[in-house]
T-cell receptor, first 114, second 112 residues
Framework: GAGVSQSPSNKVTEKGKDVELRCDPI?????LYWYRQSLGQGLEFLIY????????KSGLPSDRFSAERTGGSVSTLTIQRTQQEDSAVYLC????????????FGQGTRLTVV | GENVEQHPSTLSVQEGDSAVIKCTYS??????FPWYKQELGKGPQLIID?????GEKKDQRIAVTLNKTAKHFSLHITETQPEDSAVYFC???????????FGSGTRLLVRP
């Protein structure tokens, strides 16, 4: 596609429910990143994929968070048993070979846990 | 781990004036320093970046300077325009980790 696509753009969920956030990176980009942005805050690194493997998942805040990437393309970030503190904008980015080249961000998914 | 601090948190300038945003980083192995602009409701967009082998880079009204000894880098915007109003983020990374560590952001307001 023309850019990084994330879906849904907005998600409201009840506390305790599971959610899945999807990221479609730019075609051909081997690296994919997930970041979290809380209201008025900076970007917090969550996980990095190179192809289908995740050499760095050090930013995942708890074992309720997991992510996978299939076919070296689409990635899904899953949050189980959501909590109110999970409310944030979840941003996905992709780049051709890693951060030696420009990382392109999607529009983000705004998650609200009520 | 790497820490990136960014100042100021908010900056208001008159149209036509210059704006400067400063960042410091903690990991001396960091070698890539991008700047992102984020408009309301959108994802961050890269506006300029610099690598550790150069001290300054310019692109029209935007410039970035890097002082490796002091571990700080700055974004300079000259002849500011209202459309420059946005949140700007600095970031740092190193080849061995591939993750961008972001500063907390600067909200720039350019008054017409």
């Amino acid at each position: 596609g023309a850019g990084v696509s994330q879906s849904p753009s907005n998600k409201v969920t009840e506390k305790g429910k599971d959610v899945e956030l999807r990221c479609d990176p730019i075609s051909g980009h081997t690296a994919l990143y997930w970041y979290r942005q809380s209201l008025g805050q900076g970007l917090e690194f969550l996980i990095y994929f190179q192809g289908n493997s995740a050499p760095d998942k050090s930013g995942l805040p708890s074992d309720r968070f997991s992510a996978e990437r299939t076919g070296g393309s689409v990635s899904t970030l899953t949050i189980q048993r959501t909590q109110q503190e999970d409310s944030a904008v979840y941003l996905c980015a992709s780049s051709f070979q890693g951060l030696s080249t420009e990382a392109f961000f999607g529009q983000g998914t705004r998650l609200t846990v009520v | 781990g790497e820490n990136v601090e960014q100042h100021p948190s908010t900056l208001s300038v008159q149209e036509g004036d210059s704006a400067v945003i400063k960042c410091t980083y903690s990991d001396s192995a960091s070698n890539y320093f991008p700047w992102y602009k984020q408009e309301l409701g959108k994802g961050p967009q890269l506006i300029i970046d610099i690598r550790s082998n150069v001290g300054e880079k310019k692109d029209q009204r935007i410039a970035v300077t890097l002082n490796k000894t002091a571990k700080h880098f700055s974004l300079h915007i000259t002849e500011t325009q209202p459309e420059d109003s946005a949140v700007y983020f600095c970031a740092a990374s190193k080849d061995s980790s591939y993750k961008l560590i972001f500063g907390s952001g600067t909200r720039l307001l350019v008054r017409p």
